[in-house]
Structures are given as structure tokens and as C-alpha cells.
């Protein structure tokens, strides 16, 4: 079946624009988890939905960070007022209920100039 | 809050010859333990995983072992081809929580 995908695949933006970056997890998949990488670097965690449960928003880096996913499916995380150390890939991964295996999807490169 | 440690940083073997990457985590919650490889420029894929009622796990050439009790994890891969060549990732995690990485691997295979 389909994986996770991610749009867009690339975003290049000026500091100080905001930012949407969109997740499609795997169909049935409850949990949904945003991480960053940056270049050359291990990955960050960010965010984590699970179901209808209050997200976990413990990674996220500051207040111009914010999810929010609708449905329990489609996944959307905002960076408002971007600054060049925002520069990085953003990685979305989902999981079953239950089983902790998560999928990444492809990711969106994200360069603020 | 849990922290993974993993080394080596970089690692080059010839093809043929094994390769052993070894992670250390802090939390003795964590009771999940997945192995991701990344080639460059694509995403992380799962290769292998354990969790924490097992000892051991193999899969064809690779395999993962974990010590509770030293709170330590590790990935083998046996008889390394070039296209095994990539970034490897350990993590932990409790139940289906957040993942925490290590900082990666990279391995390089020598033909």
C-alpha cells in the first residue's frame, strides 16, 4: 500500500515568511510523529499525535513551531516568522495503534534564506 | 529524559568483513529499540528491531542484541556488500511513544 508522503518536497522561503508543511500518514495509522534533521545530523523529535489524545509538543523548539493534525489523519506543521537555523529536513512518520514500528515519509527540505 | 549514545561515528570495512555499531541509552523504561538505515538523500527505513523481553534478533545478515541490564544495544551486520554502505540510526523508545536517536553511523564497504 501507499507509505507516508510528505509536500512539498522542497521549500525554499525568506526569513521572516511562514511556512506550511503537510504530512499524509500511512492509511489506518493513529500515530503521527514530526522530527527534524539537520544537514548531516541525527534526528530531532518534534511533535507526536496519537489518536484523540493531547499531543506531545514536548520537542518542539519554540513558540513559532505548531501542529495540528485534522481528522486523525492529515498532518499540518507551521513555522511561523522563519529564521535560518529552521533550515533542515522535516521528517513525518506514523505508526499502528499499539505497535510501535513507525514509517518515515520522504521528507520536506526546508531552506530559509 | 532519555539519551542514546552510539558509536562509532564513522566506520569502513572491507566487503565480506562484519560490522558492529553500538548504542548505550539511559532510561530503563525504554523497552523498544529499532535500527534505521538512511542513504543519502533518501528517508529513514527500518531494518531491523527489539524489543525489551528479547536478548537477541536475526534477520538474514543482520542482527541486533541487547543488554537490559548495561542498558546497551547492538547491530551486526555479517558478510558487508557496498550497497549495505549508508547512515545507520539506533533509537529507543517506551511502548509507542517518541523515538530518541543516536547521532548515526556512517558505514562505508569497501569492494
Known amino acids: 500500500g501507499a507509505g507516508v508522503s510528505q509536500s512539498p518536497s522542497n521549500k525554499v522561503t525568506e526569513k521572516g515568511k511562514d511556512v506550511e508543511l503537510r504530512c499524509d500518514p500511512i492509511?489506518?495509522?493513529?500515530?503521527l510523529y514530526w522530527y527534524r534533521q539537520s544537514l548531516g545530523q541525527g534526528l530531532e523529535f518534534l511533535i507526536y499525535?496519537?489518536?484523540?489524545?493531547?499531543?506531545?509538543k514536548s520537542g518542539l523548539p519554540s513558540d513559532r513551531f505548531s501542529a495540528e493534525r485534522t481528522g486523525g489523519s492529515v498532518s499540518t506543521l507551521t513555522i511561523q516568522r522563519t529564521q535560518q537555523e529552521d533550515s533542515a529536513v522535516y521528517l513525518c512518520?506514523?505508526?499502528?495503534?499499539?505497535?510501535?514500528?513507525?514509517?518515515f515519509g520522504p521528507g520536506t527540505r526546508l531552506t530559509v534564506t | 529524559g532519555e539519551n542514546v549514545e552510539q558509536h562509532p561515528s564513522t566506520l569502513s570495512v572491507q566487503e565480506g568483513d562484519s560490522a558492529v555499531i553500538k548504542c548505550t541509552y539511559s532510561d530503563s523504561a525504554s523497552n523498544y529499540f529499532p535500527w534505521y538505515k538512511q542513504e543519502l538523500g533518501k528517508r529513514p527505513q527500518l531494518i531491523i528491531d527489539?524489543?525489551?523481553?528479547?536478548g537477541e534478533k536475526k534477520d538474514q545478515r543482520i542482527a541486533v542484541t541487547l543488554n537490559k541490564t548495561a542498558k546497551h544495544f547492538s547491530l551486526h551486520i555479517t558478510e558487508t556488500q557496498p550497497e549495505d554502505s549508508a547512515v545507520y540510526f539506533c533509537?529507543?523508545?517506551?511502548?509507542?511513544?517518541?523515538?530518541?536517536f543516536g547521532t548515526g553511523t556512517r558505514l562505508q564497504v569497501f569492494p
Open positions: 499525535f496519537q489518536g484523540n489524545s493531547a499531543p506531545d
Open positions: 527489539i524489543r525489551s523481553n528479547v
Open positions: 492509511s489506518g495509522h493513529t500515530a
Open positions: 533509537a529507543a523508545s517506551k511502548n509507542t511513544d517518541k523515538l530518541i
Open positions: 512518520a506514523s505508526s499502528l495503534a499499539g505497535g510501535p514500528e513507525q514509517y
